[in-house]
């Protein structure tokens, strides 16, 4: 198979109870561009550690282009790695960073020579080819640190949070020369990060990491849609999804869910829920994301409408593009993004209803209902 | 304005205890050495002026000449030895190993020992009667070496112990110099194929530049200084072997009582130290990148 294959990938480290990775798997094709997204300390720069060679694998098979590459070293796998840090050489200039490796394998002067120079007109550093990094400013060095990954014609390119120590203008216009500089590389990128914002905008797929798990995989679109658990649901998205708490009853043969004095129809929710809540303790989450709320007089945006509820107005964020407004009334507190010309004060009492096409609802595990 | 003037005795009040020692240990000992540059005296009569007469005698003094060769002969072995040693030790103990706490303190120890303690400590080591070392060479059937007796060797025997003694320090900072370099540096020259010698010679070494400068710095000036392990081990022989600028100027004074004469050795010194160190100072340091 041509590609990257992790199966099930483990990490334990001594002293710890839990392994770091548990029975990792996937699959990513040459050209892909996939992010590993996972809150800190989730086990995703381990799981890109492990496949750069810099950590060894517990159990488990890496393969590349049907290679096992497990065991191999890593300066042998034909991987190359965008740190952090940048971890660039301080005391050698920026020409002498890219032709590092090639210096160390004994590359030919000339082509030495060659492929820098093109990797700095790639990545516009033809003037800095003679600057130490400590001369240059964040966005300059991160760019050092893309060619110096470049020189190299991997197959795979892994980037560890590469972004996070820049600022936010810089972020927005270093994503796009990263997913330029991954067109023109051709390669398979890997890129871990935390951020799930970043983490939707750039990948082809991503990956949802927590504690060493895959919770899910899919494309941006298809994880924020549909995600499997509350923990997915919760994580993606730039204003977190709101978590209601709730009970599921049965009355007269129909399914509700039951917060406070309101009672909402499960069977408008897309799936006819003929279940005896009274099995369990009946404990239900109703997940809805902030933009699914309307207001009344909005509601027929709603494709199927909620019964009316009220709230009051707690806070407002004005953004600009939009307003986030933190509401609370009988269902608990949560957060709504409404159109930016809407004008609410705080203490303001507002009726609003949700959309019940876009509801998810979980379980007190966490698991997803079907809807 | 009484709030300013009280401000302004607050102030001396606070510096006090330091400008008191200033003066007290610093500024007027090195002023009444300059005095006494220019002058004869025996600590018993008046100081004599006695213009250059100091320094003209200290250029045609062979003896004070043979006391700075031997001092820069025991740096010529000290230094480099102290380098090599303290680095490898340091890269050994950067490294995750079990007890290294444990030999972190230990390397230490000599350290925070007394000089004169650890001075007759090895002259019982180098003793060719009763010396361990010596004793160990016989096991293998080599005869015993007169460490502190052959002129040949008393010196470089010096410049080991003081090497000991004085390991631990730099091994600490060579150390912190080591652990102050990004794990990731390592990391991507790994990716890029470096050896442990790759690592070592491009990215540990040219890092540790700062560290090495002040290394040799602090050698410099601590092996110029010798004085406690020839004082207590020789005396400065066998023949003047181990006679080192400081225990030539401590006898000048407190033997012959020269204090003039040992004044001007004193300054002597202070100068020749001022250009070893700015020669270093243009070859060795470097910018400092963490």
Redesign the interface.
Known sequence: MQGLELKNLEKHYSGNDQPTIRRFSAKFEPGEFVVLVGPSGCGKSTLLRMI???VPVSNGAINLDGKDITNVE???RN???V???Y?????MNVYENLA??MR??KEATQTIEKTVTEAAKILHLQDLLDK?P?ALSGGQRQRVALG?AFV?KPKVILFDEPLSNLDARLRIEMRQEILKFHEQCGAISIYVTHDQHEAMTMADRMIILNQGVACQTGTPEEVYNNPVDQFVAGFVGSIPMNFIHGRGILNEGRSFFQVGSYKIDLSHIGKDYQLDWSKNSGGLTLGVRPEDIYLDEHYSHAVAPSPKMAAQVKMVEYLGDSTIVHLEGDIGSFKSRFNKDLRVRKSQKLDFVFDLKKLHLFTEEGNKLPC | MQSEQSHSKAGILFTSPYLIHLVVFFLYPVGFSLYLVFHRWDLMTDPEYVGLRNFTYLMSDHLFWQALTNTLYFLVIHIPLQIIVALALAIVLAKPLKGRVFFRATFFLPVVISGAAVTILWQRLYSTEVGLINYVLSLVGIDAVPWLTDPGIAMPAIAIMATWKNLGLYVVFFLAGILAIPQTVYEAAKMEGASSWHEFRYITLPLLKPTMFLVVVMSTLGGFNLFIEPYVMTGGGPLGSTMSVVLYMYKQAFSFQHMGYAATLGFALALIIMVCVFIQKKYLDSERYY
């Open positions: 750069a060679g810099l890593s300066n042998l991987i190359s790695m740190f952090q840090n971890a660039l050489f301080p005391h590092f490796g160390i394998r130490k400590g110096r190299r």
